[in-house]
């Protein structure tokens, strides 16, 4: 009888082993990721409030949710409204990705050269790797809208897709190099937020610069 026991324990054991190891890994303490998949509408985010659903939505998927989610991007001052910066809007850290490794202490470490985003670093809520420039396809252009300091640009024209709410040719976007492991964090031409303008804000204008449409979220709590 007693062995009986231990054989209906035992398989009881195996049974949930293997039911754990088939769900979704549970990344409660990550803090900071770059999105696993864009809007599907290039830059068209549905704006900043659209963005942080998206990054609330996947950061909940990967078991994060319980953090207020943010994504890093500035919005121009258009039309009369006031300007936005990515920086203001990400708390004050510290973040850390889904191997629990930090990003970040502060905001001023984020934007002073000292960070940890880089292509190994710099990973999916999921954990997994961002496609670099050396890989097909490239895809690492992240939305930012920002100048290196993490604000709003200044620079004449549209650098925000018309802050976030376009998915056409007519407008453009600042992007930011996530994997400038070996580059200089100095250079403005190799930064993780402020590398150059999209040729566009339509998806396929987005992937022909190098991207995918993807962003970084960072909790802000």
């Known amino acids: 009888m007693k062995k009986a026991k231990l054989g209906v324990a035992a398989s009881v054991a195996l049974l949930t082993l293997g039911l754990n190891a088939g769900a979704p890994a549970q990344q409660s303490g990550m803090t900071f990721f770059i999105t696993s998949v864009g809007s599907g509408k290039g830059a068209d985010l549905g704006g900043l409030a659209g963005a942080d659903k998206h990054c609330q939505s996947l950061a909940a998927a990967a078991g994060a949710g319980k953090h207020t989610w943010r994504a890093y991007l500035s919005v121009s001052p258009l039309s009369g409204s006031a300007g936005v910066n990515a920086r203001d809007r990400i708390g004050k850290g510290p973040w850390y990705n889904a191997q629990g490794r930090l990003i970040a202490r502060s905001v001023d470490q984020l934007h002073e050269g000292v960070n940890n985003i880089n292509r190994s670093m710099a990973l999916t809520?999921?954990?997994?790797?961002?496609?670099?420039?050396?890989?097909?396809p490239n895809m690492?252009?992240?939305?930012?809208?920002?100048?290196?300091?993490?604000?709003?640009s200044t620079a004449a024209g549209d650098t925000t897709c018309g802050n976030w709410t376009k998915s056409s040719n007519d407008g453009s976007a600042l992007l930011g190099h996530h994997d400038r492991h070996g580059l200089s964090e100095t250079d403005a031409a190799r930064s993780w937020n402020s590398s150059h303008p999209s040729k566009g804000c339509s998806q396929p204008a987005l992937v022909s610069t190098g991207g995918a449409g993807l962003f970084y979220c960072f909790a802000a709590d």
Not at 125 to 135: I, L, M, S, W
Not at 140 to 152: A, F, I, K, N, V
């Open 125 to 136: 809520e999921k954990g997994t790797v961002v496609n670099g420039r050396a890989d097909t």
């Open 140 to 152: 690492h252009d992240m939305l930012t809208g920002s100048m290196p300091d993490g604000r709003s």
